[in-house]
């Protein structure tokens, strides 16, 4: 019972394309989020969605666009992608009060 | 503008010894500290956590230690055991928006047989 799954796992593309990450969760949480880590290890959040509304919105290029269809689900959807988009990218879920995130398995995106 | 810091990139222990991993922070909001942690291929999870209300917290071999006028924090395991090995992060984050967690770049944690 994976509680937190993403896909793909691997992604490899050319820059100028557009891509899409999904991510779902079954623990009933009511918040998603996003983060990046980079070349230097750090992870970072990017954005973070409560019952379908965006609640945190960090400096992201708005080539970045995060669509939440259900409070079980946030996509992530990337135009233009650039090399600096190499990265490996989590999605997380909680309660909105909740202290403690759990982590998808991340998706590694390597843009050529 | 690093918020956390865990300075030591890699630690090397033997196993059944203690491992004492090190964060430090400069936001003074923080009032919630948590560790992850993270094996090759795989999402971070959760560890353990502290409030800033304490300056211990024990689950296991896990204890968190916490020095509020410092702004540090650590983890020690003992007796470290060689599963334990995996990257660890330090995530403080404040209790009112909780969902706004910063990671330290980590640290990767080597137990030796």
């Known amino acids: 019972d994976t509680a937190v799954s993403q896909t793909p796992k691997y992604l490899v593309t050319q820059m100028g394309n557009d891509k899409s990450i999904k991510c779902e969760q079954n623990?009933?949480?009511?918040?998603m989020y996003w983060y990046k880590q980079d070349s230097k290890k750090f992870l970072k959040i990017m954005f973070s969605?409560?019952?379908?509304?965006?609640?945190i919105n960090e400096t992201v290029p708005n080539r970045f666009s995060p669509k939440s269809p259900d409070k079980a689900h946030l996509n992530l959807h990337i135009n233009s992608l650039e090399l600096g988009d190499s990265a490996v990218y989590f999605c997380?879920?909680?309660?909105?009060?909740?202290?403690?995130?759990?982590f998808g398995p991340g998706t590694r995106l390597t843009v050529l | 503008d690093q918020q956390v810091k865990q300075n030591s990139p890699s630690l090397s222990v033997q196993e059944g010894r203690i491992s004492i991993l090190n964060c430090d922070y400069t936001?003074?909001?923080?009032?919630?500290f948590l560790w992850y942690k993270k094996y090759p291929a795989e999402g971070p999870t959760f560890l353990i956590s502290?409030?800033?209300?304490?300056d211990k917290n024990e689950d296991g071999r896990f204890t968190v230690f916490l020095n509020k006028s410092a702004k540090h924090l650590s983890l020690h395991i003992v007796p470290s055991q060689p599963g334990d090995s995996a990257v660890y992060f330090c995530?403080?984050?404040?209790?009112?928006?909780?969902?706004?967690?910063?990671f330290g770049q980590g640290t990767r944690l080597t137990i030796n047989p």
């Open positions: 997380a879920s909680s309660h909105l009060q909740g202290l403690e995130q759990f």
């Open positions: 936001n003074s909001m923080f009032d919630y």
């Open positions: 995530a403080p984050s404040r209790i009112q928006g909780a969902q706004k967690l910063v």
């Open positions: 623990l009933g949480h009511d918040t």
């Open positions: 502290i409030s800033s209300i304490k």
């Open positions: 969605y409560n019952n379908k509304e965006l609640i």
